[in-house]
């Protein structure tokens, strides 16, 4: 879906977009191939050849800051095909006050934890990897209290935040309801258990609990790895949505 949007391009939006799809430009290399076939307006046919032109040059070279920086926030979704096994599932859990006390990353493969006085120092080398990151309420929670944990550290990925991209599609509230609503389960060990118990849990580990912090983990790692099928159902409806062609 990536290599066929056009969008991000200045003077090129979801009206033409759409008429560029229905004229066969379904990826980018078309308009390379034939830059005076579409019917574009004069105005913008110099921008959509240009700006096709740059963004098959940062996909091959792996530039995924250029479409972070170009892709409108409400439709990053886009990249997470090209981007797959690149994508880090993201959630934290705090002090219940500025302080993070884990950092879990689900790659969909391996799940990873970051834990305050033990291997948090990790983290920034460790999530350059990624090209692309996933939250549930990162914009306003958990990539606010990493730049406070880690002022030092910049993340320039391609973010998608699927709380506002899943409340476009009417799914409101919390991960857990939204979890529900789609018929996605959780542990019954952690099954029930919110923010809050995650701060207690934490404080029960700072007083001698071993046990409490592998409950704490256990929490966290459901919310991360169930970030991907949401992110799956995201990029289904959405793209449907969008009026992309099938097949």
Request: a negative charge; proline letters at 5%.
């Amino acid at each position: 879906m990536l290599r066929a949007t056009y969008i991000h391009i200045p003077r090129i939006g979801n009206a033409l977009e759409r008429s560029l799809w229905e004229q066969g430009a379904l990826q980018w290399q078309a308009v390379i191939e034939e830059p005076d076939r579409w019917q574009v307006p004069l105005e913008s046919r110099r921008m959509l050849l240009h700006g096709v032109e740059a963004s098959v040059k940062a996909y091959s070279e792996g530039d995924y800051v250029y479409f972070a920086d170009h892709l409108p926030s409400g439709e990053r979704w886009r990249a997470y095909p090209e981007f797959k096994g690149k994508i880090a599932y993201l959630d934290i859990e705090t002090d219940g006050s500025t302080f993070v006390t884990v950092i879990g990353v689900y790659d969909g493969f391996q799940v990873y934890h970051f834990v305050a006085g033990d291997n948090m120092q990790e983290f920034p080398e460790f999530i350059a990897r990624y090209p692309m990151i996933v939250t549930f309420n990162g914009i306003h929670f958990d990539l606010p209290m990493i730049a406070r944990n880690f002022p030092s550290l910049f993340m320039d990925q391609i973010h998608v935040d699927l709380c506002p991209t899943l409340r476009t599609l009417g799914l409101r509230g919390g991960l857990k309801k939204i979890e529900y609503q789609l018929g996605i389960h959780r542990d019954p060990d952690v099954d029930g258990m919110d923010g809050w118990a995650a701060v207690r849990l934490w404080r029960a580990y700072q007083g001698g609990s071993r046990n409490a912090l592998e409950t704490l983990l256990q929490y966290n790692k459901e919310d991360i790895v169930n970030l991907e099928p949401l992110m799956q159902y995201a990029y289904r409806r959405l793209k449907t949505r969008s009026g992309y062609p099938a097949g």
